[in-house]
């Protein structure tokens, strides 16, 4: 991903045992965080995201019959909104980038 300049999380493998009960290899996930647009080269700013409120219940509870069909009506009909709304709200700069385009 990174060669293709997309942004994306850092993963790390780990295996857990813990007082010598192995559980096995575990994924580590990187937080969507400012440490994320720096651990990719990026300058502060926001981080945008479909809306997932009622996204998932919406397919699990729908007429659709496949993943694409729900894809293309309401996935991609879905809410943008940023990630950490509030501070967004709090600072001038990130704000005017998100809601004043």
Do not use: C, H
């Amino acid at each position: 991903m990174k060669k293709e300049k997309i942004i994306s999380l850092e993963y790390n493998f780990i295996k857990v045992s813990i007082n010598d009960i192995d559980y096995g290899i575990y994924t580590m996930e990187e937080g969507i965080n400012d440490n994320l647009l720096n651990n990719n080269n990026l300058k502060n700013g926001p981080i945008l995201k479909f809306s997932q409120k009622n996204l998932f219940s919406t397919f699990w509870e729908s007429k659709y019959r496949s993943w694409s069909e729900f894809y293309n009506d309401i996935f991609l009909k879905a809410e943008i909104v940023p990630f950490q709304k509030k501070k967004i709200l709090s600072d001038s700069s990130l704000y005017d980038m998100v809601f004043r385009r």
